[in-house]
């Protein structure tokens, strides 16, 4: 996976991935995935990509981490990565709106259809 890809690409290929595993779904019914290395350690380093839908760069590393990881290049950590937080948004960002930044679930405020992904 060496270049941008379309949303449909990456789902392929997170699901022929051993240790990868749906966790949910989003509002417009993409899937949500994780990615687990756990070979017992003390130790585990989580990392999530794609949170704002024009953040390619993020879901491409996520990916090429994901395939080092399952060469088997982890040095005794765990891993949990989440490569792609909003899979929505991203599609979006491919079909219509390259500099989109928020995900397409709406929002119960009148003024504002949409909602960012890094707002606690």
């Known amino acids: ?23 949910g779904e ?4 993409r899937n949500l995935w994780v990615y687990q290395v ?4 003390e130790k585990t380093i989580g990392v999530d990509c794609g949170r704002a839908g024009r953040d ?7 990916l090429e981490l994901i395939e080092k990881l ?3 290049n982890y040095n005794k950590t765990n891993w949990f ?3 792609v937080i909003n899979p929505d948004g991203y599609q ?7 500099n989109w930044n928020k995900n397409l679930q709406r929002t119960r405020l009148h ?3 949409l909602d960012r992904l890094n707002r606690f």
């Open 1 to 23: 996976m060496n270049d941008y890809h379309d949303w449909e690409s990456i789902d392929e290929y997170l699901g022929s991935k051993q240790g990868a595993a749906v966790s």
């Open 38 to 41: 756990d070979n017992g350690a």
């Open 70 to 72: 399952s060469e088997g």
């Open 111 to 113: 003024y504002s259809r």
């Open 81 to 83: 990565v989440l490569p």
């Open 92 to 98: 979006y960002t491919i079909t219509s709106d390259r």
């Open 26 to 29: 989003t509002f417009e019914g």
């Open 56 to 62: 390619w760069v993020s879901i491409s590393f996520c």
